[in-house]
C-alpha cells in the first residue's frame, strides 16, 4: 500500500487544517519544497498536495508553489484545490503534475470529467469529501445531498482513475480513518480507493492494510507525519510496497551450518 505524504498550501505555505476549517489551520512550515524534499528523502513514491486556497478560490492559487515543488523532486505529484475547469487541468499538467484530483466539477459538471478522463487517461483521480456520508464541495464550505458510494460509482462509469476518500468530520483530528465508510466505498467500486482523513498512528495503517484485498491501495497522511505520531521509514517499512514482511528470506544462508 502507497504511504502518500500530504501538502497542503495555504498562502504559499505548508499548513494543515483541523475537519477542513480554514480558521483552524497549523503553518508546519514556510517552505513547501524542503517538506516536499523531506518526504521524498526518507522514502516516499508520491506526495498528494491541495491547493486550499485554491479550493475556496475555485481557481488554482499557489502555482508557483506547485511548479516549485515539481521541478524540486523526481517523484510523481497529485494535485487537488480549485480544479474546477479544463484550464486550471492543463495547467497543472504542464507544470509536471502526474495526477489532476477533482472534487466539486465531479458533483456540478460530471461532463467535463468525463471528457477530461478521455484526454487524460488514467489521470484523472476523483476525490470524494464526505461530511456524514454526503459529498462535500467548494473547499468543504458547502454539503451537497449526493451520496459518497452513489458519486463514485457514477465517476468509475465516466473513466477516473481512482478515488480518494476524506472523511472530513476525522480530517486533521488523529483520530483514526473511517474503515466502515472506506469498506463500503470500496465494495462498490473496481477502481483503487486511497483513504485519507484521520491517520494517526502505524496501528491505523496497518489497519487499512488489511482493506487493500478490497480495492484501498493507498494512504495519504498529513498531520501525524508533521507532529511525529507517524515516522515515514517506520510506515513503508510497515505497509509499503517493501515492507519487512515482503521482504524474500536469504535461502543461501542456513543457521545451522
Known sequence: MDVIPAIDLLEGRCVR??????DRSQVFSENPVDVAKQWVDQGATRLHIVD?????????????????IAQAISVPIEIGGGLRDRSSVEQVFNLGVRW????TVAVEQPQLVQELCQQYPEQIIIGIDARNGLVATRGWLETSEVLATQLAVQMQELGA???????????GTLQGPNLDALRELAAAITIPVIASGGVSSVTDLLSLLALSPQGVTGVIV??????GDINLREALQAIGPGRIQDIPPNLDFSSFA
Open 17 to 22: 487544517l483541523y475537519q477542513g476549517d480554514y
Open 52 to 68: 486550499l486556497d485554491g479550493a475556496k478560490a475555485g481557481k488554482v492559487v499557489n502555482l508557483a508553489a506547485i511548479e516549485a
Open 100 to 103: 489532476a484530483i477533482l472534487g
Open 161 to 171: 482513475a481512482a478515488i480518494i476518500y476524506t472523511d472530513i468530520h476525522r480530517d
Open 222 to 227: 498529513g498531520r501525524a507525519l508533521y507532529t
